[in-house]
């Protein structure tokens, strides 16, 4: 069964850092291109960013709203996806779910989410 | 990049179809598949059909997904309404490869 467990979420001030993290398990991490997706409250999903396998150079591509804020990184030998997110603003806050994303664009699996809340 | 435009609510009885669609801004609706998900309060999104009108096992064969090129516009169909199908639903795509893009989201009622 693939499960993707986020963590890492919290209150974080504007301008603040926060670390995301998903654990994958149940499938090939190592294979599997991967993405965060979030939410804000109340309002619809939106794309954040995607990370492709090893064997695809692990290229990242991020919406404009979070390019040069947001990192994703994976780490394939502990199964981990991670979302790095600096100099953090107000409109960020909302859950933000980690996914599997296939290369025909199928966000296949979420995880339950982590809420980051950014205020002060 | 493109934008998917879908109404933001619609109600149907139960029993009845309903018909949810998806328009491309820019760019051909059938140059990317298009995935539709459904989202019930405090939950993940779940998908519904993938690649355009792929049924994922466990889901009924009620829901159906179609693209329509003439009006670049891709449809999720749900006949038989039933209460439970009350929920958020999604539409999504890809932008040359490089970039998810979701539509704003439909807010179905069933009542």
């Known amino acids: 069964e693939v499960q993707l467990v986020e963590s890492g979420g919290g209150l974080v001030e504007p301008g603040g850092s926060l670390r995301l993290s998903c654990a994958a398990s149940?499938?090939?991490?190592?294979?599997?291109?991967m993405s965060w997706v979030r939410q804000a409250p109340g309002k619809g999903l939106e794309w954040v960013g995607r990370?492709?396998?090893?064997?695809?150079?692990?290229?990242?591509d991020y919406a404009a709203p979070v390019a040069g804020g947001f990192t994703i990184l994976r780490d394939d030998s502990t199964n981990m996806l991670y979302l790095q997110m600096n100099s953090l603003k107000t409109e960020d806050t909302a859950v933000y779910y980690c996914?599997?994303?296939?290369?025909?664009?199928?966000?296949?699996?979420w995880g339950q989410g982590t809420l980051v809340t950014v205020s002060s | 990049n493109f934008m998917l435009t879908q109404p933001h609510s619609l109600s149907e009885s139960p029993g009845k179809t309903v018909t949810i669609s998806c328009t491309r801004s820019?760019?051909?609706?059938?140059?990317?598949?298009v995935q539709w998900y459904q989202q019930r309060p405090g939950s993940s999104p779940t998908t519904m059909i993938y690649?355009?009108?792929?049924?994922p096992s466990g889901v009924p064969d009620r829901f159906s997904g179609a693209i329509d090129s003439s009006s670049n516009s891709a449809s999720l169909t749900i006949s038989g309404l039933k209460t439970e199908d009350e929920a958020d639903y999604y539409c999504?795509?890809?932008?040359?490869?490089?970039?998810?893009?979701f539509g704003g989201g439909t807010q179905l009622t069933v009542l």
């Open positions: 996914s599997t994303v296939n290369w025909k664009g199928h966000v296949d699996y």
């Open positions: 149940g499938f090939s991490f190592s294979d599997a291109w």
């Open positions: 990370i492709k396998t090893k064997s695809y150079g692990a290229t990242t």
């Open positions: 820019s760019g051909s609706i059938a140059s990317n598949y």
């Open positions: 690649e355009n009108n792929q049924r």
């Open positions: 999504q795509s890809y932008d040359g490869s490089k970039s998810v893009v």
